[in-house]
């Protein structure tokens, strides 16, 4: 069976360094940070009191009020994302879209957060006077519930679900998507993630288990992945959406192409709970699955969006990773860690380092990896790589590989490169 080839159509993005796709990506370019204060809550008395928040989101400017009820803010972003990506593509202005043909696959490590919170809250105050919870409660909460709203605003009638991998989630979400489409069990695909999870549950459970930065006094260099003196990630929330689409399907409407995705590897750790494998093994398969999937070798590659989440043991773990996978081309790459900027995103993290993957192929810059100071080198860490540090870098993108690793020891690559006849 001859594989059908996929194509990105489509882009939308709500992020803590923008509420649509240009300004995201100048952003990232400009190596801002969505760091600051936390707004959601007051965290005065939690370790962490800092996050990457969506700014300036208000969710009654986008969506009418009774359907606002039914919404997550997690899934606010899904769905205003999707519009803008919907919309990106022009999938709408075709008279002849097969709408049983078109799936939608939204992601969320989490899901509905806020609204469990207020639930289980509202209970403990109430207990006395029996249960009473909002008729909405459940399918605010649920983490494919996103998705759902997707197909209903538009009448979508093909595969419709979430995927739950924790951070690793958006990725497995566009492998899902890209596997039905060149099965030829699709047309198009709306897919991605998105997460909601700056709240006291979601900061009081990571400040926990030591995963979060605690540099309250400087949030906006908090984030500051391969270098020596990072202490955790910077939570950060938002929903990146991509139009994936069959590339005759895409050419017979005259659809814009951003990037061909070309490859999609999953792999296991199956080492511990919440930490990445000390040599990166999971790490290493999911890339060469990858690689092999989309029949490149690791010189074929330009640059890597790496997890990177500015974690002690993680950011050593992937880099020995990538270091034994790819051996002497590791040092011809660009390699960055947008969550420098973005902050950790959760269940959306690898759809928006997808997203930035594939501006990098389109646009042939690779955002930086900002907060990287002189002297703040870890033994531990090869920096004869180049992790594009502090400024963006212009060099032609063939390829670009991105990685998402998850709690469980979930570990997904994408590979997307430039579309060519």
């Known amino acids: 069976m001859e594989l059908k080839r996929v194509v990105v159509t489509g882009l939308g993005a709500i992020t803590p360094l923008g509420n649509d796709v240009p300004t995201t990506w100048e952003a990232a370019l400009a190596g801002k940070s969505g760091a600051g204060p936390i707004t959601h809550f007051d965290a005065s008395k939690f370790k962490t009191q800092f996050a990457c928040e969506v700014k300036g989101f208000n969710g009654q400017e986008h969506i009418d009020r009774k359907k606002l009820r039914q919404l997550d803010l997690y899934a606010q972003y899904a769905l205003v994302a999707a519009r803008q990506a919907v919309a990106d593509s022009g999938l709408e202005e075709d008279p002849n879209l097969d709408r049983n043909r078109v799936g939608v696959i939204v992601a969320a490590g989490i899901g509905g957060l806020h609204t469990f919170e207020e639930e289980a809250g509202y209970y403990a105050i109430h207990e006395e006077a029996g249960p009473k919870y909002n008729p909405f409660f459940i399918p605010k909460m649920i983490a494919d519930i996103a ?116 490859g999609g590897g999953m792999s296991a750790d199956a080492y511990h709970l919440t930490a990445t494998h000390p040599e990166g093994l999971g790490a290493i398969l999911s890339m060469k699955m990858a690689l092999e999937d989309a029949g490149m070798k690791p010189e074929d590659i330009d640059y890597i969006n ?116």
């Open 306 to 421: 790496v997890h990177g989440t500015s974690t002690p043991v993680g950011d050593v773990s992937e880099i020995k990773a990538i270091v034994n996978l790819f051996g002497e081309s590791a040092y011809k790459l660009n390699i960055s860690s947008t969550k420098s900027m973005t902050g950790h995103l959760l269940g959306a993290t690898g759809a928006l380092e997808a997203l930035f993957s594939i501006k990098a192929v389109e646009n042939d810059i690779v955002p930086p990896t900002i907060n990287h100071e002189e002297g703040d080198d870890d033994e531990e860490i090869d920096y004869n790589l180049n992790f594009t540090f502090n400024k963006a870098q212009k060099r032609t993108v063939r390829a670009a590989l991105s990685n998402a690793f998850g709690f469980g020891g979930h570990n997904a690559t994408v590979i997307v490169k430039k579309y060519e006849e």
């Open 147 to 262: 998705s759902g709203h997707v197909s209903m605003e538009y009448g979508y009638h093909g595969p419709n679900y979430g995927v739950v991998s924790a951070c690793a989630s958006s990725n497995n979400a566009i492998i899902d998507a890209f596997n039905y489409i060149r099965l030829g069990k699709a047309d198009v695909f709306v897919t991605g993630g998105a997460e909601a999870a700056i709240y006291p549950a979601g900061v009081g459970g990571f400040n926990s288990m030591h995963a979060l930065s605690t540099r309250n006094d400087s949030p906006e260099t908090a984030s500051r992945p391969f270098s020596k003196s990072r202490d955790g990630f910077v939570m950060g929330e938002g929903s990146a959406i991509l139009i994936l689409e069959e590339l005759e399907h895409a050419k017979a409407r005259g659809a814009k192409i951003y990037a061909e995705v070309v």
